[in-house]
């Protein structure tokens, strides 16, 4: 996995058009795909679109 796909909060919470405080509580409750990396959260677009798509009802 190359760095350059991951995304980080401040990019991920303007993806979704949510706020920064949301993607936190969501990663804290295990509710959005997250991987932790020296301390940061980052996330894999190709995650969050799959994770997206799982949303639809």
């Not at 991920?12 to 940061?40: E, H, M, N, S």
């Amino acid at each position: 996995m190359a760095f350059d796909e991951l995304m980080t909060i401040d990019e991920i919470a303007k993806y979704l058009r949510v706020k920064k405080r949301t993607i936190y509580d969501w990663v804290k409750k295990g509710k959005i795909p997250a991987i932790k990396t020296v301390g940061q959260w980052r996330f894999k677009k190709d995650n969050i679109d799959a994770w997206l798509d799982s949303q639809k009802q």
